[in-house]
T-cell receptor, first 113, second 110 residues
Framework: DVKVTQSSRYLVKRTGEKVFLECVQD?????MFWYRQDPGLGLRLIYF???????EKGDIPEGYSVSREKKERFSLILESASTNQTSMYLC???FGAGYYGYTFGSGTRLTVV | KNEVEQSPQNLTAQEGEFITINCSYS?????LHWLQQHPGGGIVSLFM???GKKKHGRLIATINIQEKHSSLHITASHPRDSAVYIC????????????FGKGTKLTVNP
C-alpha cells in the first residue's frame, strides 16, 4: 500500500522555536507539496518541489522554508514559529502532472503557543 | 472570486438519502479530483476525472467540461459518509499544482 507519512499527528511548539515537519513517500514520486488548511480558507499551497534539491514557492510561503535532499523526503521548516502558524499541515505527492492522482499524508496539527 | 467553487458549504442528510455536491470552476483544466477528508485530517483521493463519469461503490462523479461543472453523488448515504468533500482541479498549462475548493461538510444522521 503506497504511503505518504508525516512524522507527527499533533505537535505543540513555543513561539520563536524552529520547527521541522517531515514528510516521506514510498512511491518514487517526483512531485511533493506542503499545504496548510484553515477553517474557511481551505487548503493553501506553501511550497512544492518537482525534484531533488528543487523547490518553488506556492501561494503562502512567508515564514516557511523547505528542504528536499532526497527524492522521498520533503521537509517543511518554520524558521521562527508564530501563533498565526497554528494550523493543520498536509503533505502530498504525485507522479507526473498529477494525472495519476495525488496521495496525501494524514496531516500534522501544529499548535504554536 | 475563487477559481473553484463548491456548493453547498454544509449539508445535513438522513441516512439513506441521495446526496449531491457540486463543483464549478472558472479556469481551463486538465483534470478534476474529488477528495474526502474525515475528522482527524487525512485526505483520501476518491476520483480523478477528465471527462464523463466514474463510479465506485455508492459514489458517482460526473464532469461536464463545456459547462465547467462537476458533481459528486452518494447513493444510499450512511453516517460513515460524514466527512468533508473537496473538489480540486489541475489547471491547464503544465502545472502540477492543485487548486482547491473550500470543501463541503457532509453530516449524515442515523
Amino acid at each position: 500500500d503506497v504511503k505518504v507519512t508525516q512524522s507527527s499527528r499533533y505537535l505543540v511548539k513555543r513561539t520563536g522555536e524552529k520547527v521541522f515537519l517531515e514528510c516521506v513517500q514510498d512511491m518514487d514520486h517526483e512531485n511533493m507539496f506542503w499545504y496548510r488548511q484553515d477553517p474557511g480558507l481551505g487548503l493553501r499551497l506553501i511550497y512544492f518541489s518537482y525534484d531533488v534539491k528543487m523547490k518553488e514557492k506556492g501561494d503562502i510561503p512567508e515564514g516557511y522554508s523547505v528542504s528536499r535532499e532526497k527524492k522521498e523526503r520533503f521537509s517543511l521548516i518554520l524558521e521562527s514559529a508564530s501563533t498565526n502558524q497554528t494550523s493543520m499541515y498536509l503533505c502530498a505527492s504525485s507522479f507526473g502532472a498529477g494525472y495519476y492522482g495525488y496521495t496525501f499524508g494524514s496531516g500534522t496539527r501544529l499548535t504554536v503557543v | 472570486k475563487n477559481e473553484v467553487e463548491q456548493s453547498p458549504q454544509n449539508l445535513t442528510a438522513q441516512e439513506g438519502e441521495f446526496i449531491t455536491i457540486n463543483c464549478s470552476y472558472s479556469v481551463g483544466i486538465s483534470a478534476l479530483h474529488w477528495l474526502q477528508q474525515h475528522p482527524g485530517g487525512g485526505i483520501v483521493s476518491l476520483f480523478m476525472l477528465s471527462s464523463g463519469k466514474k463510479k465506485h461503490g455508492r459514489l458517482i462523479a460526473t464532469i461536464n467540461i463545456q459547462e465547467k461543472h462537476s458533481s459528486l453523488h452518494i447513493t444510499a448515504s450512511h453516517p460513515r459518509d460524514s466527512a468533508v468533500y473537496i473538489c480540486a482541479v489541475i489547471t491547464q498549462g503544465g502545472s502540477e499544482k492543485l487548486v482547491f475548493g473550500k470543501g463541503t461538510k457532509l453530516t449524515v444522521n442515523p
